[in-house]
């Protein structure tokens, strides 16, 4: 298939453009996401989960607090980036946690944010929350009779801050984000805790 | 009266924690076992304190299992060939074929199945939402694979009822970066559904999920690959 017949497949459909299609063989180098401590494409090490090495099939309500979230770091930035949202979900879209706001300028995220935003670790300005709590809430390490369970890491580079809420929901995120993105998102996969150390 | 308002708050908090802990564990209600609760994310952003007993989940009979979805041509976790890339060559060619897939029995109640493979990194027009590269809509619950080159647009190759599309086609467009490029993460999500969808023949992947909402017979299944840094 030629080009011009892509080109009218894209209008007849109304989908995609081609600008973007062509946008995308440049080789500039992406967005990178990255971690000293955990690996994309390799399971989430046992520390890093609700319950520490101590797996448990359900964890109960409380014991999230010895939870402490994996070091971020970042490279390649798009110009024109002005913030950055982190989004940790689940294959089931459950919000693991959501670090908004965080400055154009920042590279990196620390291990161990507490919850709430007052810590000097959370960079100024950024809040972070997960669906059930205001941090960092890990995986639940449990066998998981059901299924290997999946985590998307994906940073989002962004023109500019959100105007959301401390306990917006995973969907005011994404529609606050709408338009505002400054190029590809970067992304890890982390399955946890079948096979997690 | 401040106090006991500040109680009731702390009070409800706990139980949609407890709430929100059970629903993290499916997706969907199942024709038996366990309730399930879908939670409300935006109710709940307050560190949880205090502990008590673990909601009483288990696994029993007709509990969603993940449907296991898999192909005979690449591993999990692992690299797409790069025969499945839509310009592998430097955009030489637009005409990648679909890789092969077999997926375990869907579960009870289960209608129809649709497979979804997703560009994680893609986004268009400063969008957050990811690219849909390709989408089998309406397979009947007894399918269990698709067959490699799945030609686009030919129904005939597809289970009756079938059909598939993709952000730009109406078939399978596979990967758009170039194997000189950054690697990107790719999905293929399986979705076991109580009904037929009724969506347009270029539905979104947006439209797709809206449609989808509810209506799963059980969690969805995940393939997980890369492409195309170190595909073969």
Redesign the interface.
């Known amino acids: 298939m030629n080009l011009n017949m892509l080109l009218s497949l894209g209008l007849m459909i109304g989908l995609g453009s081609t600008g973007s299609v062509l946008a995308e063989e440049s080789t500039t180098p992406q967005l990178t996401l990255s971690s000293p401590a955990v690996k994309d494409m390799e399971p989430l090490p046992l520390k890093y989960s609700q319950t520490g090495t101590r797996p448990s099939i359900v964890v109960p309500p409380g014991m999230n607090n010895e939870a402490v979230n994996p070091p971020i770091e970042w490279s390649n930035v798009p110009s024109g980036t002005n913030a950055f949202v982190l989004l940790v979900v689940d294959h089931i879209d459950t919000l693991m946690w959501a670090v908004v706001n965080i400055p154009g300028s920042v590279r990196a995220l620390p291990e161990g944010i507490p919850n709430g935003n007052e810590s000097s670790k959370l960079p100024a300005g950024a809040f972070h929350r997960s669906f059930r709590s205001n941090g960092w809430i890990g995986p639940a390490a449990r066998q998981n009779p059901e299924g290997r369970w999946t985590y998307y890491w994906k940073l989002y580079p962004l023109d500019k801050k959100l105007n959301v809420p401390e306990d917006a929901s995973l969907d005011d995120i994404l529609s606050a984000m709408e338009g505002h993105l400054t190029g590809n998102k970067a992304v890890m996969i982390t399955p946890c805790c079948d096979g997690s150390k | 009266m401040m106090s006991l308002r500040r109680w009731l708050v702390g009070f409800v908090m ?1 139980v ?3 709430v ?2 059970t629903a ?4 969907n209600t199942a024709p038996s076992g366990p309730t399930i609760i879908v ?17 009483a ?3 029993g009979p007709g ?4 449907p ?1 979805i898999r192909s005979s041509a690449f591993d999990d ?1 692992g690299w797409l060939p790069l025969k499945y890339a839509a ?1 592998a060559a430097k ?1 030489v ?3 990648p074929i679909s890789p092969p897939l077999v997926w375990t029995e869907p579960p009870p109640g289960t209608v129809s199945v649709v497979l979804a493979m997703i560009d ?10 990811d ?1 849909l590269l390709w989408a089998v809509i309406n397979m009947p619950p007894s399918t269990r694979l698709l067959a490699e080159n799945t030609t686009r647009g030919r129904t005939a190759m597809l289970p009756a009822g079938a059909f598939q599309v993709s ?3 109406n078939g399978y467009i596979g990967p ?3 194997a ?3 690697a ?2 790719y999905l293929f ?1 399986l979705y076991t559904l109580d009904k037929t969808l009724e969506v347009p023949r ?1 539905v ?1 992947l947006g439209q797709l999920k809206t449609a989808i909402r509810g209506h799963q017979t059980g ?4 393939l ?1 690959v ?1 492409c195309c840094t170190n595909s073969k």
């Not at chain 2, 993290?24 to 997706?27: F, I, N, S």
């Not at chain 2, 969690?219 to 995940?222: E, L």
């Open positions: 706990i949609n924690s407890f929100a802990a993290q564990r499916v997706e939670p409300k994310p935006s109710s709940v952003a307050e560190p949880v304190t205090g502990g008590g007993p673990a909601p989940v288990q696994p509990y969603p299992r993940q296991t976790y310009n955009m060619t637009f005409d994680m990194e893609t986004s268009s027009g400063g969008n957050p939402q690219r952000y730009l086609t758009l970066p170039g000189d490029l950054q990107h993460h999500e270029d979104t969690q969805r299944g995940v997980v890369r």
